[in-house]
């Protein structure tokens, strides 16, 4: 394995997110590697379609965009104590390509991420992120169960 000196630890503010954050310290800590948590908001123009919004997609998306920077960093001082103790990215687009694209830009040595997510027919609508990060990542994945967390 390549020397890791960052970490890169999808979220979605859940609590299961907040389990995967702090065990992502320990595991930045025995790499000695800097971690960055990042968020990526669900691109809608694929499924224009489906639904007339009220609004623009595109001012929506933004509007969700402006407020997951501002729930990140809520979101990491209210689970580590401190804001720089973690970078934070937020991103809109496909949740799993922009994952990984991600990885590559800042060259991650590896991804630590959760297995939950969608289940029954939201799986087959969205597919599984998780899954598709370690098929298509460009570094080792470590995935965690939350629900196995003690």
């Known amino acids: 394995m390549k020397n890791v000196k960052t970490i890169l630890v999808p979220v979605d503010f859940s609590k299961n997110s907040k389990k995967i954050l702090k065990d992502s310290v320990d595991v930045a800590q025995n790499f000695g590697a800097k971690l960055t948590a990042v968020f990526i908001v669900q691109s809608f123009e694929d499924y224009s379609g489906f639904f007339v919004p009220h609004i623009p997609i595109d001012q929506f998306q ?17 689970t580590l104590g401190e804001v720089d103790s973690c970078d934070n990215y937020v991103a809109i687009g496909d949740v799993g390509e922009e994952i990984i694209k991600y990885a590559e830009k800042i060259d991650a040595g590896m991804i630590v991420m959760g297995t939950h997510g969608y289940k029954g ?19 080792p994945v470590l995935t965690i169960n939350p629900y196995k967390k003690k």
Do not use: T
Request: aromatic share 8%.
């Open 62 to 78: 933004n509007e969700m965009f402006e407020g997951a920077k501002k729930k990140m960093v809520n979101f990491i001082e209210d």
């Open 121 to 139: 027919l939201e799986r087959v609508l969205f597919g599984s992120v998780a899954e598709q990060v370690v098929k298509n990542s460009p570094c």
